[in-house]
Each structure stands twice: as C-alpha cells, then as structure tokens.
C-alpha cells in the first residue's frame, strides 16, 4: 500500500515523464520519416523539366550497358573492356537519358507517337528494324525465337536452359523499347527536317549567291594606326555592351586544381629480385613434364599448347625456334620491362587454319537429348544436310544461324575446345562428321577444308613482369605523404615540390569531364573537385599506377561570366568599334576617287582579291573579312567603295572585274546543297532542345 502510495503522489510526474517519451518517440519517428523523405528527393541523377531519373534506374541502364561492351570487347576484340571505361559509359547513358526525355517531351507536346500497329510491324512485320533482321537469318527464324522466348510455359526445358531464354527474353524486351524510342526520335526528326524542305525563293536566292564572280582591288588602314588614347569607351557604354551579349558570356561550373602526379615504378632492387626469381625456377622450368601446371603459377604470360607458325613468331622467339631441337631453353633476357626465357616444347608441320563447322548439345542432358544426338549423329553420318540440322538443333545459336560454320579456325583459338577437338583438325586428314566432347559441350564436328601445312613450334614463354614491390610502393606513398603533411597550403603546395623532386599540375576541369592533362582516367579526382571546397587538399588517389595528390585553387560556379570579367574583351571590342568608325568618317570626309589616292592616303598598298562570291568564306591574306566580302560582292564595278570596316581594320576597294553564271539554276543540284546546310544545322538541333529544357545534372554526386 505504502507504494501504491508513493506511486499516486508522483502521477504529475510520471505523467510528464510518460508524455515526454510518447513526444520523443513521435519526433524520432517523425525525424526518421523526414531523414528517408530527405534522401528520397536527393535520390536523382538528373531532372529534365521535372522529371527524374533515380539512382537505381541510372545503374540499371549502366549495367545494362555495360554489360553490351563487354560482350563487345570479347566478340570483336578479343579482350576485356579496358579500365575506366565505365566512366565513359556512365557518361554516355546519360546523354542518352537526357536526349529521349527531351524526345519524349517535344513529341508528347506535339501529339507523335508510336503506335502498338507500327511497333509490332518493325518487330516482327513486313518492316523489321535492321537491327532485328540483322541478327535472323529470315522471318520465320524470328517468330520461333519468340515463340520459345515468349512462352508461358517453360517445364520442357531443363534448368540451365531456362535461364538462358529468360535472359533472351529480357534482352528483347530491352531491344524492343530501344527501338520503340529510336523510331520516336526518327519520327520527330523527319518533322523538323520536313519544315526546313527548300522552296523554289529559297533555292533561288541560294543559287543567285554563287552567281556572281568578282575580283577587287582593295587598301586597309588598320585598326593598330589609331591610338587608344584617340577614343574614350565609357561605364555605361561597357554595361550596355555586356548586357547586349549575356548570353555569350554563360559559362558551365569548373574548377582549376594543381596537382602532383608519381609514377608506381619498379625500383633498382625490383628488376633485380625478379631477375634472380626467374633464374632460381629456371632449371625447373627446363625438366618439368607438367609445363601448364607450372606455368599456371609462375609466368604472366598464360601458356597455350597451341602449335603457332613459325614464320608468324617475333624476331626473338623465330631465331631461337630455327637453332634449337625439342626441351632445348634459351637464355634468360631482358625485354618489354619483363624477364624472359623460351623452351622449345616441339616442331611439327600443319595446316595453318582449318575451316570447321559444327552442331553443338550441352554436356549435361536427359536420355531424350542423348536420343536426338545419336539420332542426328546417325543422320549426318548417311549424308544428312548438315546446315540445316545445324540451324534447327544447334544451342550454339552464332554458328547454327550460319549452317553450324565456324569458319576459318587458327589452332590458337582450336585450343580452348580441348586436345581431341585440336589434334583431329590439325593432326588429321579426316572430313566426316566426329562426335567430340569439350569443355563447353558435345559437339558434332566436320573440317570442311584446310589450309596447306607450314612449319609450327609450340614454344613455352617463362615470362615475369617487373613490378613495384610493396616496399617501392611504400615507399613512393611516403614520400608524397610526407610532403603534403608539411606543404598543405595553397602557397607552399607548388612552392616547395622541385625542391623534393616533385612537378606542380595545373588543369580545369567540368562536370563532364573524364580526363585531365596526361590522366586518362581521372573521373574520381573531378568529383572530387567538385565535391571539395577551395584550398582544400586531397586525399592520395592511386590512378592509372601513379599516385596523385590535388588542391582545388578556384572554383567557378554555373551561370554568367561577371561584367569585370569580360571587361578587357569587351573595352577592347568597343575601341575597335569607334576607332572603325572615326577612320571611317575621316575617309569619307577626304573624298577619296580612285583606289591608288586612298591607298596613299591611309598609308597602305593596294591588294588584289579575285573569285569572290557572296558565299565566300575568307580572302586570301586576309582571312574571314564578311563585311568587306558582302560589300563587294554587290559593288558596282569601277567606282570607288567604302569604307567598311572590317575585322582587322578599314577597307576601301574597287570592284575591276564581274562574271555572272548566266546558266539556269540546275534546281536538283541546288536542292542537294541547299539539304546539306540544313544536316549540317540539325547537327546542332539537340543542342538547342537542350538549351531551351530546364536540365539538373547531379552526375557529380554520385558518379
């Protein structure tokens, strides 16, 4: 009771404390709710007149991509995609974004559309897109692809083959929306183009421009004969100017960072460590019976025993194949920044490629998959087509589209299908249909044709790369820390470096940018930039094997370029300007009437200029003088004219010499040219659609 007690006469209190934690849960819950609101509005890449696009559907399309230029890579270039490419793929996913968003907008407001009747004919119509029917031998080969890749039902196949048809039927769908917004774009396009079509006044007035051929005398006073001092450019007359011409003046954020930059090299004691690693395994090297094994461990060049043409092989490793009988060994050498050594692993003659064809199973299946391949196997071996058995049954769907032909296969790339695929194209005379089994499937094989035999050796390659140790790494790492532990500021950071042997960096970059100066993947240190305030020093970025320190020295912000700013240009432009017009009243005041008196009189020669038109682009000597050409190309001949003023000074000039086309406009002729300043102008057309959308680039954030 005592307790209860105590308990009511502290009710004001535990009411207070009750409502306390009820307010603080509320808050927490509301600040929770408030902190995932925040981060959902700054989730955008970009906004184009208001429309986002997040963070996630930005790497979505990244990776989609991506993944298109691996595959690339691989297929047309042998190779992986090179290091900091994505940067350039982030970069072009997201011009692209932006220019369908702005498609889709002018289209939207326009009423232009795709219809499903106009989509489904370029899919799988009469029009398919190129990039479809590139990809299909023929329509009929398109519908069964889909009709497989569409299914609802997907029980008959086993497991691994359903991934692989749920992986074409994304990569349909990708391609069916791409096409959708390429035709959307193309449509639109068309309509711009169509409003710029030439009529007859047009190709007239175009023609009549190159009608006229004139040749001219002419005398300049230049701009540089008048003293500053002689006119006067006042405060107002700068404002008005700048005010005039803003537009000029926009300019993209950028920021100018100083950098130091160390190349990651080998040290003196690393080309000695790998020299002596790679003499310690050679006589292991020389006897040992398992050369792939050994050489999986122990080289940077991956051994192949394919058997390569003698005549094909470097200088280096020819001259050692011709002297040299089977397990002989070279000498250890230097070359490339590696240690090398060579072992002959044998000499044989063979044909140099072979042109192969096949059909090929995967390497597990059911009893009905061994069925059908007996059962096909048996076909050929009677004198079955093999093209089309190929086309109909091959998983191997690059190949089965062409008959199954591999075409010309070097024994380099022979290797990777295993020895008995190699040694039965290479080693035999054999031209029947052999079943082979390989590391990617059960393949029924025919060589159709091979070349003549050369000579070939298969040459083992012990090569080791010299690379930074970790103590070199370290100790360059050091050095750099070390310096900009003492040289932090602005003042000391370039001050100080040749005094350490170290070489001070100065480049301006954008929010676009990827590369900087000798850096060709330097997209961290840009967002970097961006992201750090003035002054500011870096942390020690390791770049294309260099380490690099930065200081972001100014920063410039999106907008206008200040009236301050541009004031040297533009004083200078309206000084050429009054000067152009005080010469020009000077001349007209002396009444010049023949070329030779107002070239004497402006202290100047008379020059010649010949085949003038009014599309001229600039006159010889004197480059783009517009003013002085237009005015000449109308001039009546024999009398004195000016004075214009031009770009390099005031021209007086007499026209000696007219020649007019009097042939009818050939209007075809004239429509092509007239076409081709109109592409050339639509080359520019997304960057005035760009110009006119309100665009938010938050790249920099995140990528």
């Given at each position: 009771?005592?307790?209860?007690?105590?308990?009511?006469?502290k009710?004001?209190?535990?009411?207070?404390?009750?409502?306390?934690?009820?307010?603080?849960?509320?808050?927490?819950?509301?600040?929770?709710?408030?902190?995932?609101?925040?981060?959902?509005?700054?989730?955008?890449?970009?906004?184009?007149?208001?429309?986002?696009?997040?963070?996630?559907?930005?790497?979505?399309?990244?990776?989609?991509?991506?993944?298109?230029?691996?595959?690339?890579?691989?297929?047309?270039?042998?190779?992986?995609?090179?290091?900091?490419?994505?940067?350039?793929?982030?970069?072009?996913?997201?011009?692209?974004?932006?220019?369908?968003?702005?498609?889709?907008?002018?289209?939207?407001d326009?009423?232009?559309?795709?219809?499903?009747?106009?989509?489904?004919?370029?899919?799988?119509?009469?029009?398919?897109?190129?990039?479809?029917?590139?990809?299909?031998?023929?329509?009929?080969?398109?519908?069964?692809?889909?009709?497989?890749?569409?299914?609802?039902?997907?029980?008959?196949?086993?497991?691994?083959?359903?991934?692989?048809?749920?992986?074409?039927?994304?990569?349909?769908?990708?391609?069916?929306?791409?096409?959708?917004?390429?035709?959307?774009?193309?449509?639109?396009?068309?309509?711009?183009?169509?409003?710029?079509?030439?009529?007859?006044?047009?190709?007239?007035?175009?023609?009549?421009?190159?009608?006229?051929?004139?040749?001219?005398?002419?005398?300049?006073?230049?701009?540089?004969?008048?003293?500053?001092?002689?006119?006067?450019?006042?405060?107002?007359e700068?404002?008005?100017?700048?005010?005039?011409?803003?537009?000029?003046?926009?300019?993209?954020a950028?920021r100018?960072?100083?950098?130091?930059?160390?190349?990651?090299?080998?040290?003196e004691?690393?080309?000695?460590?790998?020299?002596?690693?790679?003499?310690?395994?050679?006589?292991?090297?020389?006897?040992?019976?398992?050369?792939?094994?050994?050489?999986?461990?122990?080289?940077?060049?991956?051994?192949?025993?394919?058997y390569?043409?003698?005549?094909s092989?470097?200088?280096?490793?020819?001259?050692?194949?011709?002297?040299?009988?089977?397990?002989?060994?070279s000498?250890?050498?230097?070359?490339?920044?590696?240690?090398?050594?060579?072992?002959?692993m044998?000499?044989?003659?063979?044909?140099?490629?072979?042109?192969?064809?096949?059909?090929?199973?995967?390497?597990?299946?059911?009893?009905?998959?061994?069925?059908?391949?007996?059962?096909i196997?048996?076909?050929?071996?009677?004198?079955?087509?093999?093209?089309?058995?190929?086309?109909?049954?091959s998983?191997?769907?690059?190949?089965?589209?062409?008959?199954?032909?591999?075409?010309?296969?070097a024994?380099?790339?022979?290797?990777?299908?295993?020895k008995?695929?190699?040694?039965?194209?290479?080693?035999?005379?054999n031209?029947?249909?052999?079943?082979?089994?390989?590391?990617?499937?059960?393949?029924?094989?025919?060589?159709?044709?091979?070349?003549?035999?050369?000579?070939?050796?298969?040459?083992?390659?012990?090569?080791?790369?010299v690379?930074?140790?970790?103590?070199?790494?370290?100790?360059?790492?050091?050095?750099?820390?070390?310096?900009?532990?003492?040289?932090?500021?602005?003042?000391?950071?370039?001050?100080?470096?040749?005094?350490?042997?170290?070489?001070?960096?100065?480049?301006?970059?954008?929010?676009?940018?990827?590369?900087?100066?000798?850096?060709?993947?330097?997209?961290?240190?840009?967002?970097?930039?961006?992201?750090?305030?003035?002054?500011?020093?870096?942390?020690?970025?390791?770049?294309?094997?260099?380490?690099?320190?930065?200081?972001?020295?100014?920063?410039?912000?999106?907008?206008?370029?200040?009236q301050?700013?541009?004031?040297?240009?533009l004083?200078?432009?309206?000084?050429?300007?009054?000067?152009?017009?005080?010469?020009?009243a000077?001349?007209?005041?002396?009444?010049?009437?023949?070329?030779?008196?107002?070239?004497?009189?402006?202290?100047?020669?008379?020059?010649?200029?010949?085949?003038?038109?009014?599309?001229?682009?600039?006159?010889a000597?004197?480059?783009?003088?517009?003013?002085?050409?237009?005015?000449?190309?109308?001039?009546?001949?024999?009398?004195?004219?000016?004075?214009?003023?031009?770009?390099?000074?005031?021209?007086?000039?007499?026209?000696?010499?007219?020649?007019?086309?009097?042939?009818?406009?050939?209007?075809?002729?004239?429509?092509?040219?007239?076409?081709?300043?109109?592409?050339?102008?639509?080359?520019?057309?997304?960057?005035?659609?760009?110009d006119?959308?309100?665009?938010?680039?938050?790249?920099i954030?995140?990528?």
């Amino acid at each position: 009771m005592a307790i209860l007690q105590k308990i009511r006469n502290k009710a004001g209190l535990l009411v207070v404390v009750i409502g306390v934690a009820l307010l603080a849960f509320i808050i927490g819950d509301f600040l929770n709710s408030a902190q995932a609101f925040f981060r959902m509005s700054q989730d955008k890449v970009v906004v184009v007149n208001g429309e986002k696009v997040t963070t996630q559907e930005f790497s979505e399309l990244v990776s989609r991509r991506t993944e298109e230029m691996q595959n690339m890579f691989r297929q047309q270039y042998g190779m992986a995609m090179p290091e900091g490419y994505s940067d350039r793929i982030n970069k072009s996913v997201f011009d692209q974004i932006v220019e369908e968003m702005l498609i889709k907008d002018a289209t939207e407001d326009l009423g232009i559309a795709v219809s499903p009747e106009e989509l489904n004919d370029m899919l799988y119509g009469d029009h398919i897109a190129p990039q479809i029917a590139q990809q299909f031998g023929s329509k009929a080969e398109l519908l069964n692809f889909l009709q497989v890749i569409l299914s609802d039902d997907l029980s008959q196949y086993p497991e691994n083959v359903v991934e692989q048809i749920l992986n074409y039927r994304t990569s349909w769908n990708n391609m069916k929306n791409d096409i959708q917004k390429q035709r959307l774009a193309e449509k639109y396009l068309n309509l711009v183009v169509k409003t710029m079509v030439p009529n007859k006044y047009d190709l007239q007035a175009s023609y009549d421009n190159t009608r006229r051929t004139v040749e001219f005398n002419y005398a300049m006073q230049p701009y540089t004969s008048v003293s500053n001092d002689d006119v006067t450019v006042s405060a107002e007359e700068l404002k008005a100017a700048y005010n005039k011409n803003k537009e000029t003046y926009k300019q993209n954020a950028n920021r100018t960072i100083k950098y130091i930059a160390v190349d990651i090299v080998p040290s003196e004691a690393d080309y000695k460590a790998t020299e002596d690693k790679i003499d310690g395994l050679k006589s292991t090297f020389a006897t040992t019976k398992d050369m792939s094994g050994f050489l999986t461990f122990n080289t940077d060049v991956p051994y192949s025993e394919a058997y390569v043409a003698i005549s094909s092989m470097d200088d280096e490793m020819k001259n050692f194949v011709q002297k040299s009988k089977t397990d002989d060994v070279s000498e250890i050498f230097f070359e490339d920044e590696s240690y090398k050594v060579y072992r002959l692993m044998g000499k044989r003659n063979a044909p140099d490629s072979v042109k192969v064809r096949h059909i090929m199973f995967p390497l597990q299946g059911d009893a009905a998959l061994t069925a059908r391949i007996d059962s096909i196997y048996n076909v050929l071996k009677k004198g079955g087509d093999f093209a089309t058995l190929a086309a109909e049954y091959s998983y191997e769907q690059n190949s089965g589209k062409n008959g199954g032909d591999m075409g010309w296969v070097a024994e380099t790339d022979a290797v990777e299908f295993g020895k008995e695929f190699t040694d039965h194209c290479f080693l035999t005379n054999n031209k029947s249909v052999v079943r082979i089994e390989s590391p990617y499937g059960i393949h029924l094989v025919q060589v159709t044709d091979r070349k003549a035999p050369v000579a070939k050796a298969n040459v083992a390659q012990m090569v080791m790369n010299v690379r930074p140790s970790s103590e070199t790494y370290s100790n360059l790492y050091n050095k750099i820390s070390s310096y900009i532990a003492t040289n932090n500021q602005i003042d000391n950071f370039e001050a100080n470096a040749t005094a350490e042997g170290l070489m001070v960096n100065t480049a301006t970059v954008g929010k676009d940018d990827i590369n900087f100066g000798t850096i060709n993947d330097g997209r961290s240190i840009v967002k970097w930039a961006f992201n750090a305030k003035p002054a500011t020093l870096s942390e020690i970025f390791n770049v294309e094997n260099r380490f690099l320190v930065a200081m972001v020295t100014n920063a410039v912000e999106e907008g206008y370029m200040s009236q301050a700013s541009v004031e040297p240009f533009l004083r200078q432009q309206l000084l050429t300007e009054k000067k152009g017009e005080k010469m020009s009243a000077d001349l007209k005041a002396k009444n010049y009437t023949n070329i030779d008196a107002a070239a004497q009189g402006m202290g100047g020669k008379v020059e010649e200029a010949k085949f003038v038109t009014f599309n001229t682009a600039s006159i010889a000597g004197l480059g783009n003088e517009s003013a002085l050409i237009g005015a000449a190309s109308v001039a009546e001949k024999g009398k004195l004219q000016g004075p214009v003023a031009g770009n390099r000074g005031v021209y007086m000039f007499t026209v000696t010499n007219q020649t007019n086309n009097t042939q009818p406009m050939d209007t075809k002729a004239e429509t092509e040219k007239y076409n081709q300043k109109v592409y050339a102008m639509m080359n520019q057309f997304m960057s005035v659609l760009k110009d006119n959308a309100d665009i938010e680039d938050n790249r920099i954030k995140f990528y």
